[in-house]
């Protein structure tokens, strides 16, 4: 099974400090698409950020930015400027090209301390 | 701009009654569509995909069933709720790999 694993499932960060989240994945595909997928209190999953494997160049969106290795078949979350706004349960996820599902891992709880 | 409406958002139904939840997607035509399940404190199972109006495919064998009537419609049934059928039930509709989640239903049985 192609599976993706998230090894920490609590991190903490001060307010304003920057935080990573880990991330590997399995698969034997070349071509593959990795998400962060931020699920808030109210349980709604948002997209926060998306690499496509054949890019080199690490996808960034404002405050969070990736660190892909694909060789390691690593996918890292950085949020740097931690607000609070930022505490939620982040997943990671990771899909073939084209129509099939996401495989998920087993999330990452966040917490921002003011 | 897409956007993707789930209701019921709440539902509390006693063990052995039927289940219709209910997922629509406006702004896109043929999106792939999508169901997870999220049990307390635990990650996304998929239930049900569809990549068209009459392809659905099933993920988990279980008392669900998943009907597409309209291109931009889902459904997830059940003719008995079992009590490990609760939790948060997520709609997603996707394109170009990417998939966009719906805001859930909140499903406890009793």
């Known amino acids: 099974a192609q599976t993706v694993t998230q090894s920490q499932p609590e991190m903490s960060v001060q307010e304003a400090e920057t935080v990573t989240l880990s991330c590997t994945y399995d698969t034997s595909e070349s071509d593959y698409y990795l998400f962060w997928y931020k699920q808030p209190p109210s349980r709604q999953m948002i997209l926060v950020i998306r690499?496509?494997?054949?890019?080199?160049q690490n996808a960034t969106e404002n405050r969070f930015s990736v660190n892909f290795q694909k060789a390691a078949k690593s996918f890292s979350l950085k949020i740097s400027d931690s607000q609070l706004g930022d505490a939620a349960m982040y997943f990671c996820a990771r899909t073939s090209s084209g129509n099939t599902p996401l495989v998920f891992g087993k999330g990452t709880r966040l917490s921002v301390i003011a | 701009s897409q956007t993707i409406h789930q209701w019921p958002a709440t539902l509390v139904q006693p063990v052995g009654s039927p289940l219709s939840l209910e997922c629509t997607v406006e702004?896109?035509?043929?999106?792939?569509l999508y169901w997870y399940r999220q049990a307390a404190g635990r990650g996304l199972q998929l239930l049900f995909y569809?990549?068209?109006?009459?392809?659905i495919s099933s993920e988990v064998p279980q008392n669900l069933s998943a009907s597409r009537p309209q291109d931009r419609q889902f459904i997830l049934s059940s003719k008995k709720l079992l009590l490990s059928d609760s939790g948060f039930y997520l709609c997603?509709?996707?394109?170009?790999?990417?998939?966009?989640f719906g805001p859930g239903t909140r499903l406890t049985v009793l």
């Open positions: 702004g896109t035509s043929n999106p792939n």
């Open positions: 997603a509709w996707g394109t170009s790999a990417t998939q966009y």
């Open positions: 690499q496509e494997a054949y890019k080199q």
């Open positions: 569809s990549i068209g109006i009459d392809q």
